[in-house]
Nanobody, 123 residues
Framework: QVQLTESGGRLVQAGGSLRLSCAASGRTLSSYNMGWFRQAPGKEREFVAAITRSDSRISYADSVKGRFTIARDDAKNTVGLQMNMLKPEDTAVYYC????????????????WGPGTQVTVAS
């Protein structure tokens, strides 16, 4: 079983940028479809972005399209999320997750989750 750990979350001003990183241990990430999700206080967890394991197909939530970029580096066993033009509504705990099966766009498809990293965007 792979273990995931996110890093890079912090307080940033609106309009700024952050890069989140998800590091894996215990097993190679190349076996997993990988996704980023987020959960704001009082809200349900929501899909942010995902990338498949075999052909690196990518999908983004409409709310982040054009601002966020997901990328995987299987050689380094990491998945990154570059976040630009951040908005206060992007404030949330961001989670990295891995899906061993074939589905990749629903949170229910994901088997392994990191503990999360806090991103706070100040207005």
């Amino acid at each position: 079983q792979v273990q995931l750990t996110e890093s890079g979350g912090r307080l940033v001003q609106a309009g700024g940028s952050l890069r989140l990183s998800c590091a894996a241990s215990g097993r190679t990430l190349s076996s997993y479809n990988m996704g980023w999700f987020r959960q704001a206080p009082g809200k349900e967890r929501e899909f942010v972005a995902a990338i498949t394991r075999s052909d690196s197909r990518i999908s983004y939530a409409d709310s982040v399209k054009g601002r966020f970029t997901i990328a995987r580096d299987d050689a380094k066993n990491t998945v990154g999320l570059q976040m630009n033009m951040l908005k206060p509504e992007d404030t949330a705990v961001y989670y990295c997750a891995g899906a061993a099966g074939y589905r990749w766009l629903q949170s229910s498809a994901y088997d392994v989750w990191g503990p999360g990293t806090q991103v706070t965007v100040a207005s």
